[in-house]
């Protein structure tokens, strides 16, 4: 297993130490309760990028959390107390922090559905084995710092490989739009899916059916608007995800240009969608999703 270099540890270390992480920190270990930075923030912080989102998880159950984020703030809200959330804003100077803390969770799911049967739990490793991918099952504690790291979320960043903690098949069928987020995650950090990912996708990829419509147009629009979307892309079409949710997409490839430049339109597609992209940049203006869209589906008739 890899060890953290000296700059990752300094970055965990300047994360666990940002005034509202600390703050939040003495006040659950005052309770006598863990706290652990978890998911994107500590990938992005070992990547040496900031993140803007701050997500938490402990061994306090929600009615301790809220007693405990009251002593910070006394406007609390739920946001999903069931499923061990609550949040509320802290301010760092001029920077308000949404912040989520979640009791620790190892959820399963009723069949055909996605209502998590929730079982509340007092070990980091079991809660982050139901995580989405190993490289956003890494947490920190925020009271005595230590890194957690049981899936080797560390070697697959370093190795840019997408790789799920347990079983992709348990993983995906669990939750389907972690397929979508498969497809998000290659692109955004230029990782490669495992063999057992790209197959699993393949056979559930049916399974997208039981997502919400809004739920599926987000996490499009996230892949959409990253720097580099096509690897995106086309692990999507070639795992048939687009099919259930975008069959036109997937169709170009069937279609020769009418000039006959490319082998296909939806070679064809992919690179106006780069070349929408350049022009962004050139004129800087923010990625816009309407523009990609256009450039992406403009052949679809």
């Known amino acids: 297993m890899s060890e953290l270099s000296v700059t990752q540890q300094r970055a965990l270390a300047a994360l666990t130490r940002l005034p509202v992480v600390a703050r939040l920190g003495e006040t659950f270990a005052s309770g006598g309760f ?70 620790h969770r190892a959820d399963a799911y009723e069949p055909g559905t996605r209502k998590p049967i929730v079982a509340f739990g007092d070990a980091i490793e079991a809660d982050l084995v139901r995580r989405d991918f190993t490289v956003n099952a890494m947490a ?27 079983s992709p098949e348990i993983s995906f069928s669990d939750d389907p739009l972690r397929m979508m987020r498969a497809a998000r995650f290659a692109a955004r950090l230029q990782l490669r899916p495992e063999p ?20 599926i147009r987000d996490e499009f629009t996230k892949l959409l608007l990253l720097d580099a979307p096509r690897v995106g892309l086309d692990l999507l079409v070639a795992t048939g995800v687009a099919d259930q949710f975008i069959p036109e997409l997937p169709a170009l490839r069937l279609e020769r240009d009418e000039h006959h430049r490319h082998k296909d339109v939806y070679e064809h597609s992919l690179i106006v969608l780069d070349q929408a992209i350049v022009l962004e940049r050139e004129r800087h203006h923010a990625p816009d999703i309407a523009n990609r869209l256009a450039a992406l589906l403009h052949d679809i008739g």
Not at 68 to 92: K, V
Not at 206 to 213: D, M, Y
């Open 196 to 215: 057992d990912v790209v197959r699993a996708m393949t056979e559930l990829a049916p399974r997208l059916e039981i997502v919400s419509a809004e739920r």
């Open 34 to 103: 863990s706290l652990y930075v978890v998911g994107g923030p500590v990938r992005d912080a070992l990547l040496g990028e900031a993140s803007e989102d701050l997500d938490f998880t402990t061994n306090a159950r929600p009615d301790d959390i809220e007693r405990l984020l009251r002593r910070l703030n006394h406007a609390t809200w739920d946001m999903g107390r069931d499923f061990g959330t609550i949040g509320t804003l802290l301010r760092d100077g001029e920077k308000a922090w949404q912040i989520e803390v979640t009791t």
């Open 140 to 166: 920190v504690s925020v009271v005595d710092g230590t890194f957690v790291d049981p899936y080797r979320g560390l070697d697959d960043l370093a190795d840019h490989i997408l790789r799920t903690p347990t």
